[in-house]
Structures are given as structure tokens and as C-alpha cells.
């Protein structure tokens, strides 16, 4: 009976490393190729001297981009993030701004309540945010539709 154990746990062994070097054979597309470039030793061929060629160009590749960034990012101005909206109502009913702010989601604009006043007692119903005021004056007619308002006040909000 122990000889048929070990014959088992033989067989199962090499089924095993079968299985991991044969069929589960490592993914060579996958895996990346690293070189490194020694600076002290005098490069003999040109390959080497390719390559680090190569890597020098990546890299001032990489320092140029880096500054287009920058100056992307140095162009953005505060200014670029605001974002407008339009008052349509303001109400002293919560739930009354609610079911407004629902009827005009359902009529396909974005729609949101906040509380309005010194006291804090009032809920204005807003329609946006749109990118532009523009995007308002174009859709004018339908919010006034949609949100029973015939009155409104376009104002610029920030994020």
C-alpha cells in the first residue's frame, strides 16, 4: 500500500510541474525588457552607445513634456471652473421646492434646491449647472416649460 502512495505523490508531482512549466509557460509579450546602462565602463559597440542614446532622448523627451504640462497648467485660471445656473423659484416650502426640482429633472434638465435668505428659511429651486450662459439663453423657453416659471435670474456659480 506505501508503494502505491509513493507512486501517487510521484505522478502527482510531475502532473504538477507539467502543468506549471508546459502549460502555464510564462507570458513572455507581458514582461518587460530592462537594460542598464553602466556609465563607468567605455562602450565597446553600438549597440550600447544606441541605447544609451536612446535612454537620453526619453528622458528630454520627458523633461519637454513635462514643461507643456506645466504650461497648461500655469494657463488654467480660477475663472475656468465656473459654471452658471438659473434661479427659477424661490419658496418657503421645502417640499413644495422638491417636487419642483423633481418635475424639472423629469423634463431633462439637472435641477437642485437650496436654502436661500438672511434667515435661511427659504429654498431656491435652481436649473444647471450649464457650461455657459449661453446654454441657458438657448434652453429658456423649455425650462420655463418645464419648471412653470416665468421669471429667472442667471447667475454665475462657483464649484
Known amino acids: 500500500m506505501n508503494i502505491d502512495r509513493a507512486v501517487g505523490l510521484i505522478f502527482s ?3 504538477l510541474l507539467l502543468v506549471l512549466f508546459v502549460i502555464l509557460k510564462p507570458q513572455v509579450e507581458y514582461q518587460r525588457e530592462f ?4 556609465s563607468n565602463k567605455p562602450s565597446n559597440s553600438f549597440k550600447e552607445k544606441d541605447s544609451f542614446d536612446n535612454t537620453l532622448k526619453s528622458t528630454e523627451e520627458i523633461k519637454t513634456n513635462q514643461k507643456k504640462s506645466d504650461d497648461v497648467v500655469s494657463d488654467i485660471q480660477e475663472s475656468d471652473f465656473d459654471v452658471f445656473v438659473l434661479r427659477v423659484h424661490v419658496l418657503s ?7 419642483i426640482v423633481i418635475k424639472i429633472k423629469e423634463g ?3 435641477a437642485f434646491t437650496e436654502t436661500f435668505g438672511s434667515k435661511n428659511n427659504l429654498h431656491a429651486v435652481y ?3 450649464f457650461m455657459t450662459e449661453d446654454d441657458i439663453k438657448s434652453n429658456l423657453e423649455q425650462i420655463k416649460k418645464v419648471s412653470e416659471s416665468n421669471n429667472g435670474e442667471i447667475i454665475k456659480w462657483k464649484l
Open 127 to 129: 436649473v444647471g449647472p
Open 13 to 15: 508531482i510531475a502532473a
Open 93 to 99: 416650502s421645502k417640499e413644495n421646492a422638491l417636487k
Open 108 to 110: 431633462g434638465f439637472p
Open 35 to 38: 537594460s542598464s546602462i553602466q
